[in-house]
């Protein structure tokens, strides 16, 4: 081979090496992207958001494993976050944070207290068609587990249905915080240009 061709190729495959090495670390400690499934955080999150989870918001985790390098904060009520669903740890959900370690959390007519106290939630959507429960608990949240619920009230599957030995989701279950959508769309030819970039809050 032509030693100028030779070098060439040489360089072409270093540049390669060197963006997968750092597509994988990104990937692995930085972020992640999820795509919305289901309408269960209307109005926060459309079907078709395409989103960017922050990785580092918790935990500095070990690439391919649950264990933890090191805590970088702790969820708070009303993070959206990314985690394994706790029935069946292959599927990744989305949800928001309302119950942390400690607290008591309680459903009276589709108003939520956390330790007695209303919680204001402008996020929360209601649908009286759907299959809602407007009365829960109270629950007392576990150490090291959350409470998570979907926005749209009616027509999401969490914390209040899933079985009771796995109402709850382990801290080391948590895959991200959501943080930005980056692309959205309603059908191929529906790019909904006024959400990307978006900040989830």
């Not at 999150?45 to 990785?55: A, E, P, Q, W």
């Not at 904060?73 to 394994?84: K, L, W």
């Not at 899933?162 to 059908?187: C, H, L, N, Q, T």
């Amino acid at each position: 081979m032509n030693p100028r061709w030779q070098k060439l190729l040489k360089e072409y495959v270093e540049a390669l090496a060197v963006a997968l090495i750092l597509a994988l670390i990104i990937r692995t400690f930085i972020i992640q992207a999820f795509k919305i499934p289901s309408e269960s955080m209307l109005d926060t999150l459309l079907v078709g958001d395409h989103l960017l989870v922050s990785k580092f918001s918790y935990d500095i985790k070990l690439p391919f494993m649950e264990k933890s390098l090191m805590k970088t904060g702790d969820p708070q009520h009303g993070d959206v976050i990314v985690f394994e669903f706790p029935e069946d740890r292959s599927l990744d959900y989305i949800k928001r944070v309302i119950g942390v370690p400690g607290d008591t959390i309680q459903l009276k007519d589709n108003v939520l207290y956390r330790n007695g106290e209303k919680v204001d939630e402008p996020y929360k959507r209601l649908d009286p068609h759907g299959f809602g429960r407007p009365n829960f608990g109270p629950v007392k949240v576990p150490d090291g587990q959350y409470f998570m619920m979907g926005d749209n009230r009616d027509h999401s599957q969490d914390s209040r249905f899933w079985k009771e030995d796995k109402r709850f989701v382990p801290r080391e279950y948590i895959r991200g915080k959501a943080w930005v959508i980056y692309w959205s769309w309603g059908g191929p030819l529906d790019v909904r240009w006024n959400r990307i970039g978006t900040i989830i809050k």
